[in-house]
């Protein structure tokens, strides 16, 4: 089953004049609408202190959509765990798994950007053993076991909505966070799918005699935009396309790291990278068609950088009306919501 997932960040740079208000209201407006559209999972970022407004509370996020829906899943993507306290993250968790009625999973990642763990006067180089201590710490909590962490005594009420709690993925790029998920999640999400490292993930995980669990495997681009005229919508989208990517580019350099997106100033290169999709209802399809397989999933970024929310709208509305259908009329569901739409377990 193909999985059709929402992407907010709420990025909303001075240059294009859209505030976070604006923002919010419209992703809150456009994931009530996509609850009963066939849409499955709603992906939020964290960062902290950026200079165009990403968010930094996606459970906050998450907890406001969930009120005005009752189907669609709710995936922070990720939070970075090294810059919080463990048990306030499994207590925000839990209340926003009983908001939604049990349908919160979390990706946990390590975080990468230096000015980031400045500001939470976390170090850098220690983020590794950090992360390893929260995360057991999480998962003793949200399975409300008394335990000590820290030299405190902790037990964390009240129950999740979920058996157990949220399922709790382990995302990142490198080979370690393989090993990580296999010894702390319930799945894998790897920032770029790679079939070693899906194998390391699943050698741990048989070496501590666990059942591996779902791998999440993207589609590999930024953005799908779908139009009727491509020519005139990439027109409109280039500008915040262009921003966004060469904003990650930038967090990339500033950390040492190496992204697929590339920093340019020039929108037709950045349209050939094949990062940015603008696509008719018919390649949409057919694009659609090509991922049609278990553990794939598209990811839709409708408000990517404050675009005017009239324009990501058409986009939205085509996907509902003219791509979800045709692949639903080829599907025996698995459940009630197509396929893995309710959950991992």
Request: one cysteine or more; a negative charge.
């Amino acid at each position: 089953m193909l999985e059709f997932w929402l992407r907010y960040d709420l990025r909303s740079p001075a240059v294009f004049g859209r505030g976070s208000a604006e923002l919010a209201r419209a992703a809150i407006e456009q994931v009530e609408w996509a609850d009963k559209r066939g849409f499955h999972r709603v992906e939020l970022t964290e960062h902290h202190g950026t200079p165009d407004n990403v968010n930094p509370s996606p459970l906050i996020m998450a907890a406001a959509m969930a009120s005005r829906t009752s189907t669609i899943r709710f995936q922070p993507s990720a939070i970075i765990l090294p810059l919080h306290d463990p048990i306030r993250i499994a207590e925000d968790c839990i209340m926003v798994d009983i908001v939604s009625n049990g349908r919160l999973d979390v990706t946990l990642g390590l975080g990468y950007m230096p000015a980031e763990f400045a500001m939470f006067g976390i170090s850098l180089k220690d983020r590794a053993r950090i992360m390893d201590s929260k995360l057991e710490a999480l998962g003793h909590a949200l399975k409300r076991e008394s335990f000590e962490y820290e030299g405190r005594k902790i037990r964390v009420t009240p129950c999740p909505a979920q058996d157990g709690g949220p399922a709790l993925f382990i995302g990142g790029g490198v080979r370690a966070a393989a090993h990580r998920a296999a010894r702390f999640g319930d799945g894998y999400y790897p920032m770029t799918y790679r079939d070693d490292y899906v194998a390391e993930y699943r050698r741990v995980c048989a070496e501590l005699g666990k059942a591996p669990g779902r791998v999440i495997n993207g589609n590999g681009v930024t953005v799908i935009h779908i139009a009727e005229d491509p020519e005139q919508a990439w027109a409109e989208l280039a500008p915040y396309a262009l921003y966004e990517n060469n904003a990650y580019a930038a967090n990339a350099a500033s950390a040492g790291q190496a992204l697929h997106q590339q920093s340019t100033e020039s929108t037709e290169a950045l349209r050939a990278s094949g990062n940015y999709l603008v696509l008719t209802p018919d390649e949409g399809l057919s694009y659609c068609r090509e991922r049609h397989d278990l553990g794939r999933h598209i990811v839709i970024n409708p408000l990517i950088c404050g675009v005017d929310p009239e324009f990501s709208w058409k986009s939205l509305e085509l996907i509902a009306s003219r791509i979800i259908p045709e692949l639903a009329a080829q599907e025996s569901p698995l459940d009630g919501h197509g396929g893995l739409a309710n959950g991992y377990r």
